[in-house]
């Protein structure tokens, strides 16, 4: 068992961390992250997401934020830095999934924690600067404490304490999504009815825990921000779960298109054995009529509601994402390693496995892509005469990775009015407002090749002669702007 714990550590961290920094930060959501991190490290406040000093980022709260921050602060500003939280919360939830395993999947620890670091789509999103992982791994830990609280050793109390802080993180990680693993903890106690005397109060000391670490933030920029919170409960809550405003495939097929891919070949190369798992959940709900069969397999009531509830809600949600069931993936390695077979899979097949993970790593990481923000970065450097500043782009989409690649603030600009709320807004304000001061050397424009007579002739209608800096870059062109003669 020492052997094959040791064992595990090694794969997991060389999933986790292999080629970690090698590419550039891809746009839009990495880029967009970063950028957000960042411009709290060069402002100093930590308090309001911003993605330039002119607007606003509302569409997540801030704790992803201020991880990549303080990582950033403290191993310097590269793609390593900006990684190094998911990694950490990849590894984290492999932890927690062998925690877990002696109350679901006894004797089978380092099983599910192999079974979840293998597994295609935790170790493809192990190195995707999102909210999804650090999300994965606050309600990794709540429900490790709140499993330990319910079935393993005194002091409960403080277990579930415990469970209501790590759900207060994952709120301040993603908002109400990340309390979905609530759900699944009132439906199993409802079937599954607690024995132990004077437990609700502890339950309510949680809550208060949890929303002590929460809600300060909310309150704190709500007060500060006239009409954000009817931006947060219409926008974030009420539309993502009821509209397809944010086009994330809200047909009433679109659960199908998204997540049943993403459940099936995301658990590759375990596909196999959670089909076997779950054919048999009908005998087992069929068993679980009686109340006394329920009570006696109590973990696996909680490990199925854990799965089925929140996987039903994001099912009904119009806004889908493959990443939002990412933390399920927890719960579906301890199903996995519940299953009969053996206690750990053979070395040839599992050498083979892992390196093929770490070559599509090797791959992807010296990929050529347009999303590659490091490359932008290149190609902006070899052709500016003086260090950028500053990386305004016209009525295109923008590259917010130049902030981590280039240490240049990033704006988004429109020749043409700008008509938008000022929560959720699309550009930074018409192209008029980057024009005071743009003559300086420091700031460099971008357009689409297509629209670059259209752009010139503006300009300098407004008194400005924009300077081409070298040839077209993927259909782009890079200017300067100097005062006409």
């Keep these: 068992m020492f052997f094959r714990s040791c064992w595990l550590v090694a794969i997991a961290c060389l999933l986790a961390f292999a080629f970690l920094g090698t590419r550039g930060v891809w746009d839009p959501d990495e880029g967009r992250y970063t950028n957000v991190a960042l411009v709290m490290l060069d402002s100093g406040d930590w308090l309001s997401p911003m993605r330039n000093a002119e607007t606003g980022h509302w569409t997540k709260p801030p704790m992803t934020y201020w991880l990549i921050a303080a990582s950033v602060a403290t191993f310097g500003q590269n793609p390593w830095a900006a990684r190094l939280p998911i990694a950490l919360a990849y590894l984290l939830c492999a932890w927690c999934t062998w925690k877990m395993a002696r109350v679901f999947a006894p004797g089978r620890e380092a099983k599910a924690a192999l079974v979840f ?72 106690a409802w079937l599954v009815p607690s024995n132990v005397p004077g437990r609700w109060r502890w339950r309510v000391l949680a809550y208060v825990v949890g929303g002590a670490i929460a809600l300060p933030w909310y309150v704190a920029v709500v007060m500060k921000h006239d009409g954000l919170l009817a931006y947060f409960l219409g926008a974030e809550v009420i539309d993502r779960v009821a509209s397809d405003r944010f086009d994330r495939h809200g047909e009433w097929y679109g659960w199908l298109k998204v997540y049943l891919p993403m459940l099936l070949l995301g658990t590759l190369p375990w596909t196999g054995s959670f089909a076997r798992w779950v054919r048999t959940w009908p005998a087992t709900w069929r068993a679980w009529r009686s109340r006394d069969t329920r009570a006696a397999d109590a973990p696996q009531v909680l490990l199925l509601a854990w ?96 902030h981590l690649h280039l240490d240049a603030h990033v704006e988004r600009r429109t020749q043409g009015p700008v008509d938008e709320p000022a929560f959720g807004r699309r550009f930074d304000g018409a192209l008029a407002g980057a024009l005071a ?48 003669p």
């Excluded at 609530?182 to 199993?188: D, G, K, M, P, Q």
């Excluded at 039903?312 to 927890?330: G, I, K, N, T």
């Design 117 to 188: 670091a293998t597994m295609l789509a935790p170790f493809g999103a192990s190195q995707l600067v999102t909210t999804d992982f650090p999300l994965a791994a606050a309600e990794s830990v709540a429900m490790l404490a709140y499993a330990s609280s319910r079935f393993g050793a005194s002091p409960r109390s403080a277990w579930l304490l415990a469970s209501g802080a790590a759900f207060g993180v994952a709120f301040l990680v993603k908002g109400p999504p990340g309390l979905l693993p609530l759900l699944a903890i009132a439906a199993f």
């Design 307 to 402: 799965i089925a509830v929140p996987l039903v809600v994001f099912c009904f949600a119009q806004s889908r994402l493959p990443l939002y069931v990412l933390p399920l993936f927890v719960p579906i390695a301890l199903g996995i390693a519940s299953m009969q077979g053996p206690a750990w899979p053979r070395w040839p097949w599992l050498a083979l496995w892992i390196a093929m993970l770490v070559g599509l790593r090797f791959g992807f990481a010296h990929l050529p892509h347009n999303k590659d923000a490091g490359a932008w970065a290149d190609a902006i450097r070899e052709r500016a005469v003086e260090p950028v500043h500053k990386v305004v782009f016209i009525d295109d989409t923008v590259r917010w990775g130049l």
């Design 437 to 484: 001061g743009a003559h300086l050397p420091q700031t460099v424009f971008v357009v689409q090749e297509a629209m670059w007579a259209e752009v010139d002739a503006h300009l300098r209608d407004q008194g400005h002669a924009p300077q081409l800096l070298g040839t077209p870059w993927r259909g782009r062109r890079f200017f300067l702007l100097r005062p006409a």
